[in-house]
């Protein structure tokens, strides 16, 4: 046997040989037996379905020589049969009905058959489109898909990678991985037809892509490296799998669309299909992670940024376009994975200013509980730009609101040598002014006045006055009263010193040993009398004592007052 444009296939025919050669159509058996004198009979058949195998199983049937049907030989003995007119027409239970029985009651009745029949068809496509054998195994699989996955995925979680949703991957979906697109895609078309789950069809998209599109180095540059051919398959790969992704929300995961992605870029796509990945990025931006963001810049060039910032600022605009029509994830989540995004591009030596504050500042306000993201994000950008000028730096700091900051990040802000001195005065004057807005709070019970209402407002006010004023009383009370006590301290050290002196002292003393009470009550009386000139009441009945030239007539009424006339200063 020797390969030409055409194939050339040299067969030993015996001598003896004529009658089981019948199947094959009159021409080629007039060709054989005309030829019988000659040791070797050589036959040009072009475009046999199968090639040198598939003729070599007409062959083996038509001399009776015994071999295995299988669903990976099915469509090839079928192909050839019908290339060679191996019908009824010339023989009884030709080849082409024997194949056809095999098909229609063994292969097309069970999944993994069927698509094992479909994959025997991509060699010879075109004659198996003739005898409809593609369109019969299309409809097979699509109809098994659906019965065998119908009720297994209506409780699939959509928070869940698909990719490892176990209610949905079976053998079979492993099997269509490995049909070539055109027939992958008709097979998925058809399946959807019959009302197979979205939600299960992501999976196995997800499968198909891993697969076909492993070869690439989305994760890395050098996109000129890909070679022509290769770049063009993978190019019509990744077009049919993004026109293929269902439109029902997180059917699919954030982790393919994002292969996906990467993969158009580096084999350069049609914009439509990059536009059609960019907006279901941002519409499953509230369940992705900072791999699936972050796109790796496709380019020999020295000066472009590390990841593909224009992409990433496109993807988040599509999100906010999905938020006003109400379809978005989470805010705060999406929040912080954007600011753990910005902060990881502003390591990036290459990234300008502009692009910076463009890419901080398309995070909206409401998605942000604080900004202490984005002040980290411009910390670790003024940190990788050491050489920026005052102005760029004041710049950069523009992206977040200093008021909004936290207590530890204001704490580490005023303290960051980076930051230019009108931001970090900025950050002291907002803390100030919180602390002050606390302080007020605790001392002056706006609540309540603000809780009342217009009719009971006056009343409120001077309600409010008189607390005030009695809590200064109360002040002033505690005053006089500490203020009482040490004179009554300084008395009692003065009097006992100036004792030992006089005997009317000496009697006092003897008296308050008998009497405690009676010189404290005296101590105090003489210390208020001599300090408050209008405590008169407390003085005592008759002439002073020691005074010249007036001799007491009763002495005991001069040290000791009368207990009627006691005085309280309460």
């Not at 590390?306 to 978005?328: A, K, M, Q, W």
């Not at 303290?415 to 001392?443: D, M, W």
């Amino acid at each position: 046997m020797e390969r030409t444009s055409q194939w050339i296939f040299s067969l030993d025919i015996p001598s003896d040989v004529t009658v089981h050669a019948a199947g094959v159509p009159f021409s080629l058996h007039k060709a054989v037996l005309e030829s019988r004198e000659a040791e070797k009979t050589v036959l040009v058949l072009p475009d046999v379905p199968g090639g040198s195998d598939g003729f070599e199983l007409a062959a083996k049937f038509c001399y009776g020589i015994h071999f295995d049907v299988t669903p990976e030989n099915a469509a090839t003995l079928r192909c050839v049969a019908e290339y060679l007119e191996m019908t009824e027409k010339y023989a009884a239970s030709n080849l082409v009905q024997r194949s056809e029985t095999y098909i229609n009651e063994v292969a097309l009745k069970t999944l993994p058959a069927a698509i094992a029949v479909l994959r025997n068809c991509e060699s010879f496509l075109s004659k198996a489109e003739e005898v409809e054998l593609v369109s019969r195994c299309i409809d097979a699989i699509a109809f098994l898909a659906c019965k065998e996955s119908q009720g297994q995925v209506t409780a699939a979680p959509a928070s869940r990678s698909l990719l490892n949703d176990d209610l949905v991957v079976e053998q079979w979906s492993e099997d269509l991985t490995s049909l070539r697109i055109d027939l992958f895609q008709r097979v998925l078309v058809a399946m959807m037809s019959r009302g197979f789950k979205e939600a299960a069809l992501g999976s196995i998209l997800t499968l198909y892509a891993h697969k076909s599109l492993c070869c690439l180095d989305t994760y890395g540059t050098g996109a000129w490296k890909i070679e022509a051919q290769l770049a063009q398959e993978k190019r019509v790969v990744v077009e049919t799998l993004a026109g293929l992704l269902p439109r029902e929300s997180r059917a699919v995961s954030a982790s393919l669309i994002s292969v996906l992605l990467r993969a158009s870029i580096l084999v350069e796509t049609s914009e439509a299909c990059r536009v059609n990945l960019e907006r279901g990025m941002g519409s499953s931006l509230g369940c992705a992670v900072l791999d699936d963001i972050l796109i790796p810049t496709y380019s020999s060039s020295t000066d472009d940024t590390l990841f593909d910032v224009d992409t990433l600022h496109r993807i988040v605009s599509y999100h906010l376009e999905f938020e006003l029509l109400g379809s978005c994830g989470d805010r705060e989540s999406v929040g912080k994975l954007l600011e753990s995004c910005i902060a990881e591009i502003a390591s990036d030596p290459n990234l300008s200013v502009a692009k910076f504050v463009t890419l901080a500042e398309v995070i909206p306000d409401h998605y942000k509980v604080t900004e202490d993201g984005v002040y980290r994000a411009v910390d670790i950008y003024l940190k990788a730009h050491p050489n920026l000028s005052d102005l760029e730096r004041k710049k950069v700091c523009t992206v977040m609101n200093c008021q909004r900051l936290s207590k530890e990040a204001c704490a580490h802000a005023v303290q960051n040598e980076r930051l230019p001195v009108y931001t970090a005065v900025q950050v002291l004057f907002y803390e100030q002014q919180g602390l002050q807005a606390v302080i007020s709070e605790k001392l002056m019970p706006v609540e309540k006045l603000c809780s009342c209402s217009s009719d009971n407002l006056p009343a409120a006010l001077e309600m409010a006055s008189l607390q005030r004023e009695n809590e200064a009383l109360k002040l002033k009370n505690l005053k006089l009263k500490k203020k009482l006590e040490d004179m009554e301290k300084r008395e009692i050290v003065r009097f006992s010193g100036s004792g030992s002196d006089s005997s009317s002292a000496r009697d006092s003393t003897a008296q308050s040993s008998d009497k405690p009470g009676s010189l404290r009550r005296k101590s105090f009386i003489n210390s208020m009398s001599k300090s408050l000139g209008w405590f008169y009441s407390f003085a005592p009945i008759g002439p002073a004592q020691g005074r010249a030239g007036t001799t007491p007539a009763n002495p005991e009424a001069c040290t000791k007052p009368r207990g009627h006339r006691r005085h309280s200063v309460s």
